[in-house]
């Protein structure tokens, strides 16, 4: 008797857990990463909103960076494309078509009440970044590839899109570490983006996405990092300046000079 409690065991267990009610499996979890990251990544995309209002309600970009929306509007672009090209990646997919439309209305604004000089540039900037740059893509992925080549090849393109627009809040670090203060780096924006970065690496070991586990690891890592830079510098007096909303993202528009973006 007492050598078949353990099978007993095992089987009410069994019977437990393979209820509709209690059953767990692979899809389920990988959902609720998804979920998660979603909403962690639609914080991330939002969290400009303060920034805009002060544009509109000045009717002037300042000295506001629209690389960043640029450079997000892209990497959303091409991961909708990549979502859709490869199966199962529904709620991924999602997310990037709504980061996509919030990128957008954020660099129509830029474009609206940008100086005329600024403007032009920062025309030519989406012109090349999120118009041509997105189309090439699609003509050579979709005309020139196939199969499993091309969803490779695309989400390697994302891969490395989506990292650059992970590091882009690190443009404040030598600010943070010069100032010795916080001012610059918000610690909501980095602790969403570390966040964030964790139930995405976690939702695409479920559903087997290397491309999605390698950027977000970045991510996770770069995350950490700044995580890191508000605690050494968190607790340091906060210098005098009308910056201090708008954070990573209060550098000039794009540089006066004939440098290349």
């Known amino acids: 008797m007492v050598g078949k409690i353990p099978y007993l065991s095992l089987s009410l267990r069994s019977v437990f857990f393979a209820h509709p009610r209690f059953f767990i499996n692979m899809e389920s979890l990988g959902f609720l990463a998804g979920v998660i990251g979603s909403t962690l990544t639609m914080f991330f995309y939002l969290s400009p909103i303060k920034t805009f209002a002060q544009i509109v ?20 672009s091409v991961g909708i494309y990549y979502g859709v090209t490869k199966s199962g990646l529904y709620l991924f997919t999602m997310i990037c078509a709504m980061g996509a439309l919030i990128q957008l209305v954020y660099v129509v604004l830029f474009l609206i009440y940008a100086p005329p000089k600024i403007r032009a540039k920062t025309a030519i900037l989406v012109g090349v970044l999120n118009v041509g740059f997105p189309a090439a893509v699609f003509i050579i992925a979709q005309y020139g590839m196939h199969g499993d080549l091309r969803i490779e090849v695309l989400g390697l393109i994302r891969a490395g899109l989506s990292t650059a627009m992970f590091a882009s809040p690190l443009v404040a670090i030598k600010r943070v570490v010069t100032a010795k203060s916080v001012e610059y780096m918000p610690f909501l924006l980095s602790f969403c983006l570390f966040t964030s970065s964790v139930a995405w690496v976690w939702y695409a070991i ?9 950027s977000n690891g970045v991510g996770v890592v770069l995350g950490i990092l700044q995580l890191v830079l508000y605690a050494i510098y968190c607790r340091t007096e906060v210098l005098p300046s009308n910056e201090s909303d708008a954070g990573w993202q209060h550098k000039p528009l794009l540089n006066e000079d004939n440098q290349d973006v």
């Open 57 to 76: 309600k000045h009717r002037s970009t300042e000295e506001f960076e629209s690389l960043p929306y640029v450079s997000t509007l892209l990497t959303t």
């Open 206 to 214: 479920l559903v087997r996405d290397l491309s999605v586990a390698l």
